[in-house]
């Protein structure tokens, strides 16, 4: 598979007969769409702050297994 065939797809005509015009058409609309699909797709990226960049792994794990209680001494 060559890198022209790596982006290939194959429209197959069940009934009837397309012209080229046609299928120009039906080119152009999927392709369109295609892209506005994979721009809507792109999941943003949620801004980290510079606290949570440097301080966040300094601190250590809450230690869920000690109750509250135990702290009044």
């Not at 966040?56 to 809450?62: D, F, G, H, V």
């Amino acid at each position: 598979m060559s890198a022209e065939d790596e982006g290939a797809v194959e429209i197959q005509v069940l009934r009837g007969s397309a012209t080229e015009e046609e299928l120009a058409a039906l080119i152009a609309v999927l392709s369109e769409a295609f892209v506005a699909e994979e721009a809507g797709a792109v999941a943003a990226e949620k801004p980290v702050s510079a606290w949570g960049r440097t301080q966040r792994a300094l601190r250590a794990p809450l230690r869920r297994d000690i109750p509250w209680g135990r702290f009044s001494g």
